[in-house]
């Protein structure tokens, strides 16, 4: 098991104002340092390396990465706007090319780690939340999209991916990426985009050509919880994974879907999440490989519990409930969130009928694809 991580992923600000902030990595490391989970056998941790302009082209298209790169030399560049760049989502900073090169490459490290059998498990938390990068153009606070880049590579080397993003926001850089690919079973569980940005993320969204049935989307209603989440989760996602029989599982953890995320309205707990993780984790013991990487989550303290937990989970350590006295960083005293969030039952039975329709749809259009 390896954690791909280095203090470089945490220096950086997107803006003063910006709802992400890259010190929660740095949270993350240290919280988990102070849960010993570091001093586990089998357990290494590993500096990224920084991803090669030829790595990102083959995912970027030219003209954008050389944008990116003006910009983050501190250049004049007019057609920043029609890139995606300049906005308050992804702004315009000096550094923004290398900061974003060494995540895509923390990933690179993870997944190349995994694929060449020098882990069966590693965690690369800075990695993730580039999951709304498109091709030509930045989006959602991604700039390049690691995930496409990391997984192009495993494809390239003759490996089928199951991607199984759980991020409060629809994965539409990945799908985009693996759009008409056989060899990518993209799957996002995810707040509906009828009330959520990027506003995609549909049943109805498939895949085209090869890719026809490939593309699995599972968009939930407001204000889902723990339970209600599991239950969609469950009848979904493990049954087409291992129909598709991928040779490598690459999980985006997003932490967004907690209930006091202020950016996005699941309600899912630290401990929901978690069970979420151990379930994927069953998957990528079975598959034999298993890359994942973070995500969003703009709550600093659920981030840093939840990755915490999701790492022990990763190396089946049982956390005890009280975070160490000595982090102290966020003020926070119990990894688990009790009491969980409460819904009125007029609200229940709305959000129960949406799920449900979704699942009837994904009965109708996805599972029968895979015989599921």
């Not at 057609?79 to 974003?100: C, H, K, Q, W, Y």
């Not at 999209?145 to 089928?160: E, F, P, Q, S, T």
């Not at 759980?166 to 994965?171: A, E, F, K």
């Not at 996005?264 to 069953?282: C, E, M, R």
Request: proline content about 6%; charged content about 20%; aromatic content about 10%.
């Amino acid at each position: 098991m390896a954690f791909v991580y280095s203090d470089e992923l945490s220096k950086y600000e997107l803006s003063t104002e910006h709802p992400l902030r890259p010190i929660r990595l740095h949270h993350t490391k240290e919280l988990i340092k102070a849960c010993r989970l570091f001093d586990q056998p089998h357990v290494s941790q590993l500096k990224p390396r920084v991803a090669s302009r030829k790595e990102i082209e083959t995912s970027h298209d030219s003209e954008y990465v050389s944008c990116v790169s003006a910009i983050s030399n501190g250049a004049i560049a007019p057609r920043m706007v029609e890139f995606g760049l300049g906005t308050p989502d992804n702004p315009a900073r000096a550094g923004i090319f290398e900061t974003t090169a060494l995540c895509v490459g923390s990933t690179l490290t993870a997944s190349e780690l995994v694929t060449s059998g020098g882990a069966d498990i590693a965690f690369a938390p800075a990695g993730g939340v580039h999951h709304h990068a498109m091709p030509r153009s930045a989006a959602g606070f991604g700039v390049f999209n690691d995930a496409v880049i990391a997984m192009k590579a495993m494809v390239k080397a003759g490996l089928k991916v199951a991607y199984v993003d759980i991020d409060c926001h629809h994965g539409d850089g990945v799908q985009v990426g693996y759009y008409d690919s056989d060899q990518v079973l993209t799957i996002s569980i995810h707040e509906s985009g009828k009330w959520l940005f990027p506003g995609s993320g549909f049943v109805e969204e498939t895949g085209t050509g090869d890719g026809m049935g490939y593309s699995v989307n599972v968009p939930l209603a407001p204000y889902t919880k723990d339970e209600e989440w599991h239950r969609v989760f469950d009848e979904v996602v493990p049954p087409l994974v291992r129909a598709f029989s991928p040779d490598v599982l690459f999980t985006q953890l997003g932490i967004d879907t907690h209930f006091q995320d202020p950016l996005t309205h699941l309600s899912l707990t630290t401990q929901g999440f978690n069970l979420a993780v151990k379930k994927l984790g069953f998957l990528g013991s079975e598959i034999g490989k298993w890359v994942a990487v973070g995500g969003g989550g703009y709550d600093l303290s659920a981030v840093a519990r939840a990755w915490t937990m999701a790492f022990a989970t990763m190396i089946k350590v049982e956390l005890p409930n009280s975070v160490p006295p000595e982090f102290n960083n966020l003020n926070i005293g119990a990894f688990a969130d009790i009491p969980p969030p409460t819904t009125e039952d007029k609200y229940l039975q709305e959000i129960r009928k949406h799920n449900d329709q979704t699942l009837n749809q994904i009965r109708s259009f996805v599972l029968p694809k895979f015989n599921v």
